[in-house]
């Protein structure tokens, strides 16, 4: 099992695949790794050679900002937001969508669980 930037990827699965399960690696991104270390497309994690994950493993410590330095700079970002007090920030404070969407219906991912109402009957 190949361990890339703290994750163990899948073995089975194929490289450009296999990539993805790296949180801030999408498709376009594993398909320019697998080009610039010169992985083809159909190759497997099990068939890579040491070298090859460790020109993996160079290319994303290089090229990207992944897992945990990704998920910090996100935080970081939505903390300023809520500290400069603008109207995103403001949706974040209080867990409501932050890009327009409507909130007298649906929104329940984001509202959590609805709460009753007392005494509203029909």
Known sequence: MA???????????????ALQY???????????ICAKVGIPAERRVAQLTDAEV??????IDRDYMVEGDLRREVAINIKRLMDLGCYRGLRHRRQLPVRGQRTHTNARTRKGKAKAIAGKKK
Do not use: C, F, S
């Not at 790296?22 to 320019?32: C, L, M, P, S």
């Open 22 to 32: 790296i949180h801030g690696i999408g498709k376009k991104n594993a398909e320019d």
């Open 3 to 17: 361990r890339i930037a703290g994750v163990n990827i899948p073995t089975n699965k194929r490289v450009i695949i």
């Open 54 to 59: 460790l020109q993996i493993r160079e290319a």
